[in-house]
């Protein structure tokens, strides 16, 4: 049985979008592919044959995985969420309290995270960190080049 799985509505139209792509364009290019490879004769020495029905099979189990998820999807309510405290689609300001470094994250659900415009995954362990605190907390969190002291200066949404 699959999780739940928490988007923001723009998150579910990028992910039914995605998984339309792969139905109408990638699933008829590889039956093409493997209909091609077919005609060139023999199939127990036709890699192209072996390669394209490999590729297919890739193809439907990511096509499976992206249905479960779809199916699995709850819509966040953003208006629903406390503001006074750092929960999923917060807009956080933090210090780093070691090198006064200021950075800004949104935390976001892991298949929506995109370190370039500054989503992380609420799985991070930053956003794990942060998770439940308040203005003025300051928190600990364990990154791969080892532990750093945060300070939540803003929260928002």
């Known amino acids: ?20 792509q792969l139905k109408s364009v990638e699933r008829p290019s590889i039956s093409a592919q493997i209909a091609e490879a077919r005609d060139k004769g023999d199939l127990s020495e036709n890699a192209e044959y072996d390669a394209a029905k490999e590729a297919q099979g890739l193809l439907e189990l990511k096509i499976s995985k992206m ?5 699995n999807a709850r819509i966040i309510d953003e208006s629903k969420l406390d503001a006074s405290k750092v929960l999923i689609l917060s807009k956080v300001k933090i ?3 070691i090198n006064n470094a200021i950075m800004s994250y949104t935390l976001v659900a892991e298949n929506e995270a995109d370190m370039k415009t500054g989503k992380i995954s609420i799985n ?3 956003a794990k960190a942060l998770l439940g605190k308040k203005v003025g907390d300051q928190v600990e969190a364990t990154v791969p080049s080892g532990k750093v002291k945060l300070e939540i200066m803003e929260i928002g949404r």
């Open 67 to 71: 249905e479960d998820m779809v199916a």
């Open 95 to 97: 210090k780093n309290t």
């Open 124 to 126: 991070s362990p930053i």
């Open 1 to 20: 049985m699959s999780s739940i799985i928490y988007l923001t509505e723009d998150g579910l139209k990028r992910l039914h979008h995605e998984l339309d």
